[in-house]
């Protein structure tokens, strides 16, 4: 087994070889989610809980669909509705879930470094869904595989990542992960949602979405984090789009059979038109969800694998 670790915080300290395992493995789960019997016995016996502190559909959904697809009992906690609202504090949270013989914790927090602090403070094994502005590793694993999937090797690709940087941990995880496989990426948003340090992802900084579209091989768009920033950042929707929007004419400035995606929720008309959003010759956006599912298999399953080698 490459993956060594008893938790899944971040892509950025792992090695080319663990974030690959956990490609490969995600394989195999979506051949089996593609069958007839969505069934393996992998996490027989044991409890996830997804305890998420933010609202979510796609990451929070498929998490659960994965841990009963592996035979766990995977539970929800809500935080607007627990004693979170009474003054406990989340390590008390996870500790009281814990002691009832929690096996995985699928958290997620507004704060960054939520999941790391908890993951020093468990015996658990923690996965981060995405803490503040820090990252969202999961979401990074299938957007490779998605990648992978649709261009056949990461070998001499160019990404372009668009929109709100500065509040993405999507974009964090993506480029961490992009840069150890030898992915050529370009940024490209609005200078107050660009974060002041872009040296440190040493990555190509585009000043026109023109220059980020042409001659990319793939394209992820990202939505504008309204709820991380006070008041609105710019004038008006209309004008957001027009300098910073995905459209079906900039498309054509990409490379030939380039792909389109989204870590969703999508708000269209924004960064994207629906023509973008629905055009099935180069949005894989449904095919990331699905995705999602087989990613999130392989990691639930590689860290059991690795609680059982550790109580062996």
């Known amino acids: 087994m490459v993956y060594q670790h008893k938790d899944l915080i971040g892509l950025r300290d792992l090695s080319k070889e663990e974030i690959l395992s956990f490609i490969d493995l995600a394989k195999e789960f979506k051949a089996l989610n593609n069958s007839d019997v969505k069934k393996s016995p992998s996490l027989h016996g044991k409890t996830v809980i997804n305890a998420f502190y933010e609202n979510s559909t796609r990451t929070r959904v498929s998490f659960e669909v994965a841990a009963k697809r592996l035979g766990a009992d995977a539970i929800n906690f809500s935080s607007s509705q627990s004693s979170s609202k009474k003054g406990e504090t989340l390590v008390d949270t996870i500790r009281n879930m ?63 990542i668009i929109g709100d940087i500065l509040h993405s941990r999507v974009a964090r995880s993506d480029i961490w992960a992009m840069r150890k496989l030898g992915i050529n990426v370009k940024l490209f948003g609005p200078p107050m949602m660009l974060p002041v340090h872009m040296e440190v992802f040493d990555c190509h ?108």
């Open 205 to 312: 900084v585009c000043s026109s979405m023109e220059e980020a579209v042409e001659g990319s091989d793939v394209i992820i768009m990202l939505r504008i984090q309204l709820e991380r920033q006070d008041g609105n950042p710019f004038p008006s929707v209309r004008e957001y789009s027009k300098f910073f929007g995905l459209t079906s004419t900039r498309m054509k400035l990409a490379n030939k059979n380039a792909i389109v995606l989204h870590p969703g929720p999508i708000n269209r008309g924004v960064e994207m038109n629906s023509d973008v959003v629905d055009n099935k010759d180069y949005s894989v956006i449904l095919n990331q969800v699905e995705n999602g599912v087989a990613i999130r298999m392989a990691v639930l399953h590689t860290l059991n694998l690795y609680r059982k080698s550790r109580n062996a």
């Open 98 to 160: 814990e002691a009832m013989k929690t096996d995985i914790f699928v958290l997620r927090h507004p704060n960054s470094g939520a999941a790391h602090f908890v993951a020093q403070n468990s015996d658990a094994s923690i996965v981060n869904a995405g803490d503040g502005l820090n990252e969202h590793p999961t979401q990074g694993l299938l957007d490779l595989f998605t990648i992978l999937e649709h261009k056949g090797s990461f070998e001499n690709l160019t990404v372009a």
